[in-house]
């Protein structure tokens, strides 16, 4: 665990805040590389990226802290979060997606090609966040006695021997970004490589959850419930959008 990436006497830059700010740079230059590839306009797409990286960001923050209420209800102050405290959900940002709706009809972006570019920053950000979580120590896997396995802490502190969940879900997101650039070609209609990422990404999610040391009702996690309605969601819109084109 290196919670802090940079000390240097009363400096310390925590390494969770780091992997968030190179996700965010990442996932945004991503972006604009795969909409100028389909076309985009350069300025009009950039100003569109760089507005909605707020709503996507406290959209990330606002679904983590609503899954933790109870304890955030009574430690308000952590609500903004300082130092190694972070937490975010990643499907949160995705309410950036009918927010961008009204922005992308003023900037004259195509909604369904600007989501396409958009899955190539998605996939870039989730990436280096969830090194950024590895780093931190949260987001921690099940004890494990597997050579595989990592010196982790849990919620509480107490180190053990646990699945890397982080970097599963890290490779994850690596691995599809790849497979979208190869893809991108051959995607029947516009939006179709957005819809795809997210069901492939949240089928996976699903998967890895099942190694993630957390709170379960029903025996599934909130990530598991939430990845199931994606993945639903998603094939239901493929398929009616292959249907009609």
Same mark, same amino acid.
């Given at each position: 665990?290196?919670?802090?990436?940079?000390?240097?006497?009363?400096?310390?830059?925590?390494?969770?805040?780091?992997?968030?700010?190179?996700?965010?740079?990442?996932?945004?230059?991503?972006?604009?590389?795969?909409?100028?590839?389909?076309?985009?306009?350069?300025?009009?797409?950039?100003?569109?990226?760089?507005?909605?990286?707020?709503?996507?960001?406290?959209?990330?923050?606002?679904?983590?802290?609503?899954?933790?209420?109870?304890?955030?209800?009574?430690?308000?102050?952590?609500?903004?979060?300082?130092?190694?405290?972070?937490?975010?959900?990643?499907?949160?940002?995705?309410?950036?997606?009918?927010?961008?709706?009204?922005?992308?009809?003023?900037?004259?972006?195509?909604?369904?090609?600007?989501? !396409?570019?958009?899955?190539?920053?998605?996939?870039?950000?989730?990436?280096?966040?969830?090194?950024?979580?590895?780093?931190?120590?949260?987001?921690?896997?099940?004890?494990?006695?597997?050579?595989?396995?990592?010196?982790?802490?849990?919620?509480?502190?107490?180190?053990?021997?646990?699945?890397?969940?982080?970097?599963?879900?890290?490779?994850?997101?690596?691995?599809?970004?790849?497979?979208?650039?190869?893809?991108?070609?051959?995607?029947?209609?516009?939006?179709?490589?957005?819809?795809?990422?997210?069901?492939?990404?949240?089928?996976?999610?699903?998967?890895? !959850?099942?190694?993630?040391?957390?709170?379960?009702?029903?025996?599934?996690?909130?990530?598991?419930?939430?990845?199931?309605?994606?993945?639903?969601?998603?094939?239901?819109?493929?398929?009616?959008?292959?249907?009609?084109?």
């Amino acid at each position: 665990m290196r919670p802090q990436l940079v000390t240097w006497r009363a400096i310390h830059i925590p390494s969770y805040v780091v992997m968030l700010y190179l996700g965010l740079v990442a996932g945004a230059y991503t972006a604009y590389a795969a909409g100028r590839a389909e076309g985009l306009s350069g300025e009009t797409f950039a100003a569109a990226i760089l507005v909605l990286l707020v709503p996507s960001v406290l959209g990330a923050r606002l679904a983590f802290v609503v899954s933790r209420w109870p304890v955030f209800r009574l430690e308000p102050r952590r609500i903004v979060p300082w130092g190694r405290e972070g937490g975010a959900v990643a499907y949160g940002a995705l309410v950036s997606v009918p927010v961008s709706a009204p922005l992308l009809v003023a900037l004259g972006l195509p909604f369904a090609a600007f989501w !396409d570019a958009g899955a190539f920053g998605f996939l870039a950000a989730i990436t280096c966040l969830r090194i950024g979580c590895f780093l931190n120590g949260c987001c921690c896997g099940r004890e494990t006695t597997s050579r595989f396995g990592c010196e982790r802490p849990d919620a509480a502190g107490a180190v053990a021997r646990r699945i890397p969940t982080q970097l599963l879900e890290a490779g994850l997101g690596a691995a599809l970004l790849l497979a979208a650039a190869v893809a991108a070609p051959r995607m029947p209609f516009a939006g179709a490589l957005f819809l795809t990422a997210l069901a492939v990404y949240a089928a996976g999610r699903f998967f890895i !959850d099942f190694a993630r040391d957390a709170p379960r009702k029903q025996g599934l996690t909130v990530g598991q419930r939430w990845s199931a309605g994606f993945v639903l969601l998603s094939m239901a819109v493929l398929v009616v959008g292959t249907w009609v084109g």
